[in-house]
C-alpha cells in the first residue's frame, strides 16, 4: 500500500486568505486526488491532480478557488483560496488505480478551520 | 452519475457480536467496490475491495458480499470489537478512475 502524508494537519485561518495543503506518497504514483469531506458528511471529490498538466475539477468545483499543483509523481499541493467559513472542512489527498493499484489509499487529512 | 447509499446512519452492536453494514448502489455499470473506515480525526483505511465478477471476498474477520442483482452490498464484521467503533463508508467505481461514497455508517460497539 502506498503511505501518504499531509502538512499541515490541522489549521485555523481568516476569512479571505489562502492555505496551501501539502500532499507527500512514500512511492511513484500516476492518479492522485483531492477530496473534500465536510463536518459529519461523506467524502466529495475534488479534483483529479495529474502530473504535467493541469488538474480535471468535479462539477462545483473550479481552479480559482482549488489551484492544484503537480510538480513530480509523489507530490500535489492544494491551495484554498479566499476562505470563507464554509470552507471549514478536512482535506483529503488520496493515490491510487490503475496502473500501480487497484485500491485508493487516503492521506490522514488537513482539518481546516476558517473563522 | 453514481449514486451510493448506505441503509442505516447508525448502528450499534454488543462486543463479540457480528455486525451488518449495508450499501445500495445505482449505477449497474459499477465494477468495483471499497469498504474504508474512518476513526475519528482519521483519514479513511481502507478495510477490504470486491470486484463485480465476484460475489463474496473474505478478509481477517471481515466479508463483503455482493449482489449485482439488486445493486446491494454489505460489510460483516465477525465478533466486533471495541477497536471496530468507527464510520464505515462504502464506495464504487464505474469503469473510470473516479470513487463515489455512500453516506457512511456509524458503528458503535457496546463493552
Known amino acids: 500500500s502506498a503511505v501518504i502524508s499531509q502538512k499541515p494537519s490541522r489549521d485555523i485561518c481568516q476569512r479571505g486568505t489562502s492555505l496551501t495543503i501539502q500532499c507527500q506518497v512514500d512511492s511513484q504514483v500516476t492518479m492522485m486526488f483531492w477530496y473534500r469531506q465536510q463536518p459529519g458528511q461523506s467524502l466529495t471529490l475534488i479534483a483529479t491532480?495529474?502530473?504535467?498538466?493541469?488538474?480535471?475539477?468535479e462539477s462545483g468545483f473550479v481552479i480559482d478557488k482549488f489551484p492544484i499543483s503537480r510538480p513530480n509523481l509523489t507530490f500535489s499541493t492544494l491551495t484554498v483560496s479566499n476562505m470563507s467559513p464554509e470552507d471549514s472542512s478536512i482535506y483529503l489527498c488520496?493515490?491510487?488505480?490503475?496502473?500501480?493499484?487497484?485500491?485508493?489509499?487516503f492521506g490522514p487529512g488537513t482539518r481546516l478551520t476558517v473563522l | 452519475g453514481e449514486s451510493v447509499g448506505l441503509h442505516l446512519p447508525t448502528l450499534s452492536v454488543q462486543e463479540g457480536d457480528n455486525s451488518i453494514i449495508n450499501c445500495a448502489y445505482s449505477n449497474s455499470a459499477s465494477d468495483y467496490f471499497i469498504w474504508y473506515k474512518q476513526e475519528s480525526g482519521k483519514g479513511p483505511q481502507f478495510i477490504i475491495d470486491i470486484r463485480s465478477n465476484m460475489d463474496k471476498r473474505q478478509g481477517q474477520r471481515v466479508t463483503v458480499l455482493l449482489n449485482k442483482t439488486v445493486k446491494h452490498l454489505s460489510l460483516q464484521i465477525a465478533a466486533t470489537q471495541p477497536g471496530d467503533s468507527a464510520v464505515y463508508f462504502c464506495a464504487a467505481r464505474a469503469g473510470d478512475y473516479k470513487l463515489s461514497f455512500g453516506a457512511g455508517t456509524t458503528v458503535t460497539v457496546r463493552a
Open positions: 488520496s493515490v491510487g488505480g490503475l496502473p500501480e493499484y487497484n485500491e485508493q489509499f
Open positions: 491532480a495529474n502530473q504535467g498538466s493541469e488538474a480535471t475539477y
